[in-house]
């Protein structure tokens, strides 16, 4: 036990403490009177305590003069600058307010709101569910990860295990049951989980894979995510696109399985070109450039999922054979898009994030597809057997089509069509970088750092930087600029796939890369992805798409 007033002396001391402490609060309420201003209220507590709380039965039912100080409050109005219009309220005798305290649960959607403010369908799917709900779930597991990368807190990460656990059963339990299977927050809490593996780096980055390496290794929760948005997407069918929640829902599920596809290099599904179809023909204003892009990016799934396994084959002939209709197939997408930026005055809209954000999926894609353009020139060009005249004289013996040389393999031709494509590259590199908000070290002006709505501009950039800083034949400097962009979106906005940017996959050959800069760009100053993933190693998840 400590006994305060142990002596007349230190009695003394704190009786003199006490009445100096309470001279000053009345000269402030004087001050605060005399100048006219609006004094709400002034807390004056004869003492104070920071805890009021006993464990023992007995303690909670006898009072304490700690637990429950006397509190006087004046509270004066000024209506007018003259005396007769000023009221004063007698003082009152109330108990002092304690400090609150909520579970972190509790800020778990109002952050998801912050976070993606500019979708106007999630305010609504939040309303009225209960806590238990899926998509409340799914929010508190997003939420929970993100501070936790954010703020780095001492945090118990038992508690994100159980949290996902719970998450996990209840979304499996919405998509079991036919009531809820096909309603927008399953589909929105399914999304939610792919965002979160986005947060802890659940991805990994193989930007050349072929399909012969995608059957033989495990796929990763990201894209098990976006399996399962696909079978959702199916199962609401195309009633989907004729309401304005299910259009905008679709337009953001449809978008991150393309960005699924094109890093997978994987054909879109023929569900999306009946969609785009339903779409152009009832097109609503403002999803012109939705339209195209998806449109872009469906061509540039198809053209991967040919260059690619071609370009690693190595084999010459069989480029030389394919090489005409490929240059076909990449020109019509670049036209079409370049005709409907002509013609389409919306696509000058004032620039707003998710219409940057699409015209940056476009210049992702752009840049991957003919980064592939490339390779394959080279392969068509120095690969074994040597090129010869007759592949590409017209009338002579060779070429692709079986009747004669192909103009298109003539070495200055390749040659022209290469310097076409470091040039588009180029450009397309350089307004991606143009979008680096000042936060995160570019130009461009941006938000409140610190606000949540700027975490989902940093989501919107991960994916074009990436491909920035991965394609060799981009322009070094924007690579490096890439590259720093990703490592502050890590470090500052707590997402650790943006730790993630190096190319995987086999290598290319030989002849694939002649004239083709490698370098590293100084990968040993990204090497901390380690250290953060351990910080939620063991937690993965998975939801099993049903097709």
């Not at 508190?140 to 954010?150: E, G, L, S, W």
């Not at 002006?445 to 981009?474: C, E, G, K, N, Q």
Request: glycine fraction near 8%; charge should be neutral; charged fraction near 20%.
């Amino acid at each position: 036990m400590r006994f305060q007033n142990a002596d007349p002396a230190s009695f003394e001391r704190r009786r003199k403490k006490r009445g100096q402490q309470h001279q000053q609060e009345k000269d402030d309420a004087a001050a605060s009177t005399g100048s006219g201003t609006l004094q709400i209220i002034e807390f004056t507590p004869d003492s104070w305590t920071t805890a009021s709380s006993s464990s023992s039965p007995a303690s909670s039912r006898q009072p304490s003069r700690q637990s429950t100080p006397a509190t006087t409050i004046t509270v004066t109005t000024t209506t007018s600058t003259t005396p007769s219009s000023t009221t004063t309220v007698s003082k009152q005798r109330l108990p002092v307010l304690k400090t609150l305290r909520q579970h972190w649960t509790a800020e778990s959607v109002p952050l998801v709101l912050g976070f993606y403010q500019s979708l106007d369908f999630l305010p609504g799917l939040f309303r009225g569910v209960g806590h238990d709900h899926c998509l409340v779930l799914t929010g508190q597991v997003f939420t929970r990860a993100y501070m936790i990368n954010r703020f780095r807190p001492r945090a118990d990460y038992r508690e994100l295990s159980i949290v996902l656990g719970h998450a996990l059963a209840s979304v499996q339990e919405a998509i079991a049951s036919p009531k809820t299977y096909t309603s927008d927050s399953t589909i929105v809490a399914v999304w939610l989980l792919g965002n979160y593996e986005l947060m802890i780096g659940g991805l990994e980055r193989r930007s050349f894979i072929t399909a012969k390496e995608r059957g033989s290794s495990p796929e990763v929760p990201w894209h098990i995510h976006g399996q399962g948005l696909l079978s959702l997407m199916r199962a609401r069918g195309d009633r989907q696109l004729y309401n304005a929640s299910g259009r905008q829902i679709f337009w953001v599920m449809h978008n991150m399985i393309q960005v699924q596809l094109t890093i997978a290099n994987t054909p879109c599904p023929p569900d999306f070109e009946r969609w785009l179809d339903i779409i152009e023909s009832t097109l609503q204003p403002g999803e012109g450039l939705l339209l195209q892009t998806g449109r872009y990016l469906s061509a540039a799934c198809s053209l991967l999922s040919k260059l690619i396994p071609l370009t690693i084959s190595g084999d010459a002939e069989r480029a030389r054979a394919a090489y005409p209709a490929l240059v076909a197939e990449c020109d019509r997408a670049d036209l079409a898009m370049a005709e409907w930026m002509r013609a389409a005055p919306e696509y000058q809209i004032e620039p707003g994030p998710v219409w940057g954000y699409f015209w940056n999926s476009w210049r992702s894609a752009r840049i991957k597809v003919h980064h592939m353009m490339i390779l394959i020139s080279n392969l068509v060009e120095y690969g074994e057997p040597p090129l010869v005249p007759a592949d590409y004289a017209v009338g002579g013996g060779g070429g692709g089509d079986g009747g004669g040389g192909c103009p298109l393999l003539n070495p200055e031709v390749l040659r022209a069509r290469r310097e076409s494509c470091m040039a588009i590259i180029a450009a397309a590199g350089r307004d991606v970088a143009e979008g680096i908000p000042r936060s995160l070290g570019g130009k461009m002006p941006d938000m409140d750092p610190d606000s949540p709505a700027a975490y989902f501009d940093a989501v919107r950039l991960i994916w074009p930087l990436s491909h920035l800083y991965v394609i060799p034949t981009a322009p070094r400097h924007l690579r490096i600029a890439a590259r720093e962009a990703l490592v502050r979106i890590a470090k500052e906005k707590g997402i650790l796939t943006a730790l993630k940017p190096r190319a995987g996959g086999v290598l290319f050959p030989a002849a694939a890369l002649r004239g083709i800069p490698v370098d590293d760009l100084g990968e040993g100053e990204v090497v901390e992805e380690e250290e953060n993933r351990a910080r939620l190693d063991g937690i993965v998840t998975k939801v099993e798409a049903t097709d």
